[in-house]
Antibody, heavy 119, light 107 residues
């Protein structure tokens, strides 16, 4: 069974930084693109970032470009999201996500970690 | 970016009802569409991918159809565990975008 376990969320002041981690198990990690998807409280879903199996390609939604960085460590079966210059509108539950086998949908989700940006 | 819309925004239905939800893309996405179910406090769950393929373990009462810009998710006989929010998502081009969701609640 695939398990994705996020950590690193919490309360941070505007302009601050956080690093989210996601530990994957139950899958051949190097076979998959990995992603982060977020959901603001009471709102819909937003795809934040993608990273290719070997880390050579990364994509970001415009609202986080230049502030967030996705990375992965295949030796540790882990993916990360470094979030800098955080804004109130970044407040959300952040889900670690495994790309589907045949397309860019989410085949597996983590349980989510809450990031709250507030003074 | 491709915009996704869903209708209705909410629907009230009874157990046993047939329910059809609609999703529309702002431009053609072939069959690059997925449907998810989300219950309160939980992560979404993949139901349908490639517009009409049923994810493993998902009951056969769920089905998807459509291509291009117009898609539907049908629940053939609504069960108590199906009351949730349903999202569509385009997987044609990044940024992959989601619809705003349709809430299915108890009539």
């Amino acid at each position: 069974e695939v398990q994705l376990v996020e950590s690193g969320g919490g309360l941070v002041q505007p302009g601050g930084s956080l690093r989210l981690s996601c530990a994957a198990s139950g899958l051949t990690f190097t076979n998959y693109w990995m992603s982060w998807v977020r959901q603001a409280p009471g709102r819909g879903l937003e795809w934040v970032a993608n990273i290719k199996q070997d880390g050579s390609e990364k994509y970001y939604v415009d609202s986080v470009k230049g502030r967030f960085t996705i990375s992965r460590d295949n030796a540790k079966n882990s993916v990360y999201l470094q979030m800098n210059s955080l804004r109130a509108e970044d407040t959300a539950v952040y889900y670690c996500a495994r790309r589907g086998l045949t397309g860019d949908w989410v085949g597996s989700w983590g349980q989510g970690t809450l990031v709250t940006v507030s003074s | 970016d491709i915009q996704m819309t869903q209708s209705p925004s909410s629907v009230s239905a009874s157990v046993g009802d047939r329910v059809t939800l609609t999703c529309r893309a702002s431009q053609g996405i072939s069959s690059w569409l997925a449907w998810y179910q989300q219950k309160p406090g939980k992560a979404p769950k993949l139901l349908i991918y490639a517009a009409s393929s049923l994810q493993g373990g998902v009951p056969s009462r769920f089905s998807g159809s459509g291509s291009g810009t117009d898609f539907t998710l049908t629940i053939s006989s609504l069960q108590p565990e199906d009351f949730a929010i349903y999202y569509c998502q385009q997987a044609n081009s990044f940024p992959f975008t989601f619809g705003p969701g349709t809430k299915v609640d108890i009539k």
